[in-house]
């Protein structure tokens, strides 16, 4: 009887409490992988950047392991038990910290600055629409995919939302004739188009005038770009409608290149340098060459409003949407007031929408 009593604490096996400790191991080991390939210094490729678009869900896997690593502080009390869950805790915190940034909107933690200047890009305490500092403009875009969106759902969609601005990258020739039987011609009469076979095409549709410029040059995708006048706005606005190359193997490279080339495009522009980028940008936040791209100045409007985990991939598939590889991105002194993805039928992209103002 003693023989079998060894080893055991409260009438229990330690046994039973080693294998949660086992269990958090398990669990806390997707998460602990995830903050390594965050934190190497080298470029990482293929398998390894997909894997980084798991980054949030790792968190979830993470919170099980520090539960499964508490549960044995209930029959042992001593200062080595408490180890697993220390260790587990932190790695949390690290995550979180990567995180917090797309949950928490810019300056909702700080202190406001005197004199209520708010800081740029930050939603602030919405007044009425009417009495807006600028130009409210509502834009969207969706990648409408290789099988192509609904174009009555989509229509539907820009009709309720008002919207004035639309992106479409992967905009084939049938599409765009589906879309302008339904009417989209009607509800946005200008446009810069630049639209081939699927997967490559795309293209800007705006309620306001249009001026078509090159698109992109060197992009495995069009991606098209036009300057738009907006009344009342202090500059012309540059649009582009994004299409960054995947990250697949032998893409690598080029995915990277279009990420810093859309960099350097918009610090180039003339005028007011207002811009907005908008669309799909195969990168999460996750991804350093994605938070390279923000560091020129450019701001995600989903993460000014607190909404940066949202996913937008995959929709309307088996799998569960898990990343934000759509986005839509604003130039300094473009205030982001809302933002919200749309499922539509008929694409595995989420649409993207922000309601901004101009300055």
Known sequence: MREYGAGVRGGRPRRSWSRWSAAAVVLAMPGAALVFLRMVPWDVGTPWIQLLALFPAGLITTTAALAAAVVPLFRNTGPRSAVAPALVAALLAVQLGWVLDRLVPPGTLATPPSGNVQPANVKSPAPPT??????????????????????????????????????????APAGLKALDKAGLGTLMPSRATDVDWDKVGSALFSRFPLEQVERVPGSAFHQSRAVAGIPTASGPVHLTAVHVDSPRRGHITSWREELRQLGGLWQVLPDSRLAILLGDFNASADHGEFRDLLATGLSDAAQVTGKGLAPTWPVNSPAPAFVAIDHILVSPGIEVVDFDVVTLPGTDHAAVVARLVLP
């Open 130 to 171: 009417d009495l807006a500092p600028g130009p409210v403009l509502t834009v969207m875009a969706v990648n409408v995919g290789y099988t192509g969106v609904d174009p009555g759902a989509l229509l539907a969609e820009v009709r309720n939302r008002n919207v004035d601005v639309l992106a479409l990258p992967e905009l």
